[in-house]
């Protein structure tokens, strides 16, 4: 009988035990997302990949905002080269307001160099003082 009560226990334990889970490590504070439909939210404060496969190559080490001593926003992001070989990239930013409304158009698209296995800073002024919400684009160059 003891057996018995043993070898039930043991057999709920294995059925109670998840399958093989495999975690993967990614870097940065958040990964980068692929747009992939218009009706997509812009998630603010975020970073957007405007190209597909994009995120795979490049990743987004750290992304944030300051304000500078005029009270404009100082937006930056920390980009990583995640291949082999250098690569250039185009990227831009838009400010959005208090009710997270659009207050400027998006700024010119910038290129950025990044060396092969390399990091570079993006960084980005607003226009007015009325920013307080941000979402910057990356596609690849043309």
């Given at each position: 009988m003891?057996q ?6 043991l057999i709920?334990?294995?059925l109670?035990v ?10 940065g504070t ?5 747009v992939?439909?218009?009706a997509t ?5 975020r ?11 490049i990743?987004?080490?750290n ?10 926003l ?16 185009m990227v831009?930013?838009?400010?959005f ?15 950025l ?18 920013a ?11």
């Amino acid at each position: 009988m003891k057996q018995l009560f043993v070898i039930s226990v043991l057999i709920l334990l294995l059925l109670s035990v998840p399958g093989c889970t495999r975690y993967y490590l990614t870097e940065g504070t958040a990964v980068g997302t692929r747009v992939d439909t218009p009706a997509t939210e812009a998630r603010l404060n975020r970073v957007g990949f405007l190209t597909k496969g994009l995120e795979r190559r490049i990743a987004v080490q750290n992304t944030g905002a300051d304000r500078t001593a005029t009270n404009t926003l100082e937006v930056w992001c920390l980009f990583r080269n995640r291949t082999n070989y250098d690569q250039q990239i185009m990227v831009r930013t838009q400010y959005f307001g208090p009710a997270r409304k659009p207050n400027e158009g998006p700024n010119e698209w910038q290129t950025l160099f990044l060396p092969s296995n390399g990091i570079e800073t993006y960084r980005t002024y607003s226009a007015g003082t009325d920013a307080e919400y941000f979402y910057i684009e990356v596609k690849e160059m043309p």
